[in-house]
């Protein structure tokens, strides 16, 4: 039977910017990757979300990003080693406070929009992001681009990685993700992402925008929160791989 870990990154709600259902993603999902306030959601809508993450038995993981608000963390910062680890130490410590409030344990790390593609190809940011993880709590697992430089740092470090495919997303032949903005980056069609991790799971690999077949290895599969059929896309994927014998758990425990 193989087994497939599902997380999304949720707990980005705002009454100015409501952007996911986290109630419907949390009925499907395994790991939820909760914001930690600084690109996207409010403190009380994260504490709510931290909750529900709770009543549902889904894993829960730190989702970090930079100070970005206006552009949901998806555009890339100039900030300083000194800088960038207390952005990151702050942010943790602040999500490890509410999580504690309603009595859920955080068990990873997964770096949000900009910051998790600056550290899949800089090594320097990436060993600043995986020093602020091992100041928080060294026992966080970090989830990341599968073969990125962030995962090889913060492995070097003596941190616990697991590799993180996309769902919702189209590859380059170099197995990378191909950047948002540029046509068919993002996958909307269900039946679409159902395909692709079917076919990650079952051969290991993707079928890349170019049409090329990539090695992809995958702990876990994200499904963004955010994206307009988030809740259909995650249900039918679901649907598909468990017709296909796929079974549903946490990528950490």
Do not use: W
């Amino acid at each position: 039977m193989l087994s497939l870990d599902l997380n999304s990154d949720l707990g980005e709600n705002s009454p100015e910017r409501p952007v996911a259902d986290d109630a419907a993603m949390l009925d499907l999902v395994t790991s939820a990757n909760v914001s930690c306030g600084q690109h996207a959601g409010t403190p009380l809508g994260i504490k709510d979300t931290l909750a529900a993450a709770a009543e549902r038995g889904v894993v829960v993981g730190a989702h970090p990003g930079y100070r970005d608000y206006a552009n949901f963390g998806r555009r890339e910062l100039q900030l300083s080693a000194r800088e960038l680890q207390a952005e990151v130490e702050y942010q943790l410590g602040a999500l490890l406070g509410l999580a504690a409030s309603v009595g859920v344990p955080v068990r990873y790390v997964k770096p949000h929009g900009a910051l998790y593609n600056t550290i899949a190809a800089d090594a320097t940011q990436a060993r600043v992001v995986a020093a602020a993880v091992r100041a928080v709590d060294p026992r966080l697992v970090v989830l990341g681009l599968a073969g990125s430089a962030g995962l090889r740092e913060c492995d070097r470090a003596g941190l616990t990685v697991a590799a993180e495919a996309f769902a919702d997303r189209a590859y380059t032949a170099a197995g990378t993700l191909v950047p948002r903005g540029t046509p068919g980056a993002v996958l909307s069609d269900p039946e679409r992402v159902a395909e692709q991790m079917l076919q990650l799971v079952t051969t290991g690999t993707v079928t890349a925008l170019d049409g090329s077949t990539v090695a992809v290895r995958a702990d876990s599969v994200c499904v963004h929160g955010d994206s307009p059929a988030a809740v259909q896309l995650t249900a039918t994927l679901r649907k598909r791989l468990a017709a296909a014998g796929v079974s549903f758990k946490p990528f950490v425990s």
